[in-house]
């Protein structure tokens, strides 16, 4: 336990570092002045935090340095080495995506990354919101047939897949399928696409067109008279930041004196499109530095650098933030406190939003105010139920509910459905599955009932669950659904949606109950779609487990084509000795109607 410094620290800038056993850091601080900085630790009335880091604390040793931005870069270092337990560790997740065209090899393809790197491929993003780099992903596979899986492609696959039959890849994972140059014009084409080059991309598409229909090959040039029809309309879909296009994050910062929350929007072309929040509890720093750290921290560890920066108050150090981002970002990234203009408006929001976000930690139900307005409720919800429901083409129909209270999620009051008796993708009579049992065993047992219900869709959804209330319930709680892609709110009866703020602080609570139910639900659909792909005919193959019959499915599709493979496409695909073993069982067993597995 260190009761005072070991020695009194220089009157210089630099670095202290607080150690515990065996010499691991405990905490790594900076400051202008280190006599001053440090002499606080040891000051009466210290905050706990402080308090149990000198009880840890066997020693503590100063860095000097030359400047203040030498302890800047030097403290940044240092934590992000040892990554002391005593620091602000502020971590953004949420990074957003880029497009990746791996350039170098000799068929490219196109691939989804949060992670950009100088590995000679080239880079599209990142895309804000997220969801965009999906979508363009998806149009270079249907569009523009480039490869977007991960399977190997060296010409080792024996058959196309799907969507090569669709028409939707080139197959270059089929030797002699396709000639790379031919697959790297495609490459080039979807190239211009992603950098919004629409008119360039249109007359070379038209002009391939014409040498096709020359060459008599009338479906080639059909598809490149198709593709550059569509080309003007997916160029005006694009949502990329594209460097120095105005994408800037705004932060605001509310609570103290120990435990704080912050909140930010990224902005793009002026537009929020994002908003995400972050608890910071005991901190050591005063209010004038934690800002400052915290976004050091934040954009310490993101690949993702914005054009700017904004804040709601100014803090010691704007300068130094903005030094570290350009250096980062490659240019001059400034960091500002608008007092006029859209960005002050938007901060001011954002305050709000991280005041009532703060607020809502000692009552997490306030929050909910507005929304209890909107819908009509005698008070804010205490406890919110979430259904939703997850298939592949109306295969393992599962559906999931969760449970929010008081602010938080309670897993152990998780349930998930095996849908069984709605039939194929009937999304709304899964909904009234799901709900009918969910509330007459609730009846049943005797359990309370939430204050309202919630369901991931639109009025489709929330109709069906009304209709399975009917018969249960004379007083069923309130009820309303939550669509995905305009977040609006729809209540049963009710033809006009409830819209709120897309800042509300409200509506981002639905919106994470919601995904919490979408993010079960899937998780629950794909353990019981694994289960029943793996109750395969091949696993009866004596020698043949799961993997190797995930590896006979992969390469030949259905239980029957594994049955008439010849022994040398079988040791392609899982090796000689498992190949014996599967044409012997292939030639004692009696043929089966061909199935997926």
Not at 361 to 366: E, G, L, N, T
Request: with cysteine.
């Amino acid at each position: 336990m260190l009761d005072r410094p070991p020695s009194p620290p220089p009157e210089k800038p630099g670095c202290y570092i607080f150690r515990g056993m065996a010499g691991r850091p405990l905490y790594v601080g900076k400051a202008r002045n280190l006599r001053a900085r440090v002499s606080s630790y040891f000051q009466e009335g210290i905050a706990p935090k402080i308090a149990r880091l000198r009880r840890e604390a066997e020693a503590l040793e100063y860095v000097v340095t030359a400047s203040e931005w030498e302890a800047y870069l030097l403290e940044n270092n240092l934590i992000k080495q040892f990554r002391p337990p005593f620091n602000v560790l502020l971590k953004d997740d949420k990074t957003y995506p880029y497009l990746k065209l791996t350039l170098k090899d000799v068929y490219p393809r196109a691939l989804l990354t949060r992670r950009p790197s100088r590995d000679g491929a080239l880079y599209f993003g990142p895309f804000v919101p997220g969801g965009q780099a999906k979508r363009n992903l998806k149009l270079l596979q249907e569009r523009f047939r480039v490869v977007t899986c991960s399977d190997p492609l060296d010409g080792s696959r024996p058959r196309p897949c799907l969507y090569y039959e669709m028409g939707q890849c080139y197959a270059p994972c089929i030797r002699g399928r396709v000639a790379p140059a031919f697959y790297r014009r495609a490459v080039e084409e979807a190239r211009l696409f992603l950098e919004g080059r629409t008119a360039q991309l249109r007359k070379e598409l038209e002009a391939r067109m014409t040498e096709a229909a020359g060459r008599q090959d009338y479906e080639l040039a059909a598809h490149y008279r198709d593709l550059a029809r569509a080309t003007e309309a997916l160029g005006g879909r694009q949502a990329v930041s594209r460097p120095g296009e105005g994408h800037w994050e705004l932060f605001a910062l509310a609570g103290g004196p120990e435990t704080f929350v912050l909140c930010a929007f990224s902005v793009l072309e002026g537009k929020v499109v994002d908003r995400r929040s972050w608890r910071v509890a005991e901190s050591e720093l005063p209010r004038g530095e934690l800002l400052g750290t915290l976004l050091t921290r934040l954009f310490g560890n993101t690949p993702v650098l914005p054009d700017g920066v904004a804040v709601e108050e100014p803090f010691e150090g704007m300068e130094l933030l903005s030094r570290f981002l350009t250096e980062r970002k490659g240019r001059k990234v400034p960091v500002v406190r608008p007092r006029r203009g859209e960005k002050a408006r938007l901060l001011a929001t954002l305050l709000e939003n991280a005041k009532l976000e703060f607020s809502a930690k000692a009552d997490p139900v306030r929050v909910l105010l507005p929304l209890a307005r909107a819908l009509g409720l005698a008070a804010p919800p205490r406890t919110i139920e979430c259904f939703d429901v997850s298939h592949s083409a109306g295969e393992a129909t599962t559906a999931s509910c969760v449970v929010w209270t008081a602010g938080q999620m309670d897993r152990r009051r998780y349930r998930h459905f095996h849908v069984r008796k709605a039939g194929g993708a009937d999304d709304f009579a899964a909904v009234a599955e799901a709900v009918g049992r969910r509330y007459a065993r609730q009846l049943a047992e005797g359990e309370p009932l939430p204050d309202l219900l919630l369901i991931d869709g639109g009025p489709g959804q929330v109709n069906a669950a009304r209709a399975a209330l009917a018969p249960l319930l004379p007083d069923p709680p309130p009820l309303a659904g939550l669509a995905k892609r305009e977040e609006w709110l729809y209540l049963p009866g009710r033809t006009e949606p409830v819209v709120l703020p897309k800042e509300s602080p409200a509506l981002h609570l639905l919106q994470q109950v919601r995904d919490e139910a979408h993010r079960f639900a899937l998780a629950r659909h794909r353990a019981r779609r694994e289960r029943a792909r793996l109750a395969s005919p091949l696993l009866a193959i004596p020698g043949v487990g799961p993997v190797t019959a995930k590896k006979l499915l992969r390469a030949f599709l259905t239980t029957g084509a594994v049955r008439a493979a010849s022994q040398e496409q079988l040791a392609a695909a899982v090796g000689a000795a498992a190949a014996r073993r599967i044409r012997a069982w292939a030639a004692g067993s009696p043929p089966a109607t061909p199935s997926p597995g």
